[in-house]
């Protein structure tokens, strides 16, 4: 416990840092991502999911391809195929997705006007229940808070390109695509109509095999429940 305390009080240390520039600045954000990534990505027996994943790893490694790929999200499938080929194992999938999703969070906090606060926010619940517990959203996440910072600078092909990362490793990702067309407005031009058709072309066809399942998952189905509901309501 006194781990997540530390954890939580690392963006209390960045705001008391001295300010400055340049390179300094630049290598001082460079520690504490790479922190991060080892925090999250080299974790043993943490997250309720951690031993789910074990089995995405086998089952994924077992199966052909395209079993594997019918099965789950093609990203995922692809980096857990890939790391046995290179002599590595299910904690270097972890490590990966543990990465894209810290990179994701410092590029979208060292935008904001208090950067420290911001990741202070971020701890108990984005880092420390999704980033250290759901190997797969946490990823996707890390790609959807980089589709935003490019929403903010008005790149509608680059907002579809990281939701594209993002929905390759949990396909829910794709739900913020539709959101392109407010980019510039409501002015459409033929950019944000070509992007919006890719994108909504691609999502669906990803969705498509997937959507009874995600709403038995997350809307319907009755053992799902957060004790805690009521008192955020």
Same mark, same amino acid.
């Given at each position: ?26 290598? +001082? ?11 999250? %990505? ?9 031993? %789910? ?63 420290c606060l911001t ?65 510039? +407005? ?7 109509? %070509? ?19 995600y709403v038995d ?10 004790? +805690? %509901?009521?008192?955020?309501?």
């Amino acid at each position: 416990m006194i781990f997540y305390w530390f954890l939580f009080a690392l963006p209390i240390i960045w705001c008391l840092m001295p300010a400055t520039d340049g390179l300094a600045k630049r290598t +001082g954000h460079a520690v504490f991502l790479l922190f991060f990534v080892l925090v999250i %990505g080299l974790r043993d027996e943490v997250g309720c999911d951690f031993y %789910g994943y074990i089995r995405h790893f086998m089952i994924i490694n077992q199966k052909d391809l395209s079993g594997a790929l019918a099965e789950f999200d093609f990203g995922h499938v692809l980096l857990n195929r890939l790391m046995p080929e290179i002599g590595l194992d299910y904690y270097a999938v972890n490590l990966v997705q543990g990465t894209m999703f810290s990179i994701g969070l410092f590029a979208f906090v060292s935008r904001q006007p208090m950067p420290c606060l911001t990741l202070a926010c971020a701890i108990p619940y984005m880092v420390v229940a999704v980033g250290m517990g759901y190997q797969r959203q946490a990823a996707a996440l890390g790609f959807v808070v980089l589709a935003i910072n490019a929403f903010a600078d008005r790149k509608v092909w680059l907002y579809l390109f990281w939701l594209f990362l993002a929905g390759s490793q949990h396909k829910t990702a794709f739900v913020f695509v539709p959101f392109a067309a407010l980019i510039h +407005g409501f002015r459409l031009n033929i950019w944000v109509v %070509g992007a919006l058709v890719v994108g909504i072309g691609l999502g669906g066809a990803m969705l498509i095999n997937a959507t009874e399942t995600y709403v038995d998952r997350y809307v319907t189905h009755k053992d799902y429940e957060s004790c +805690g %509901g009521l008192v955020r309501k």
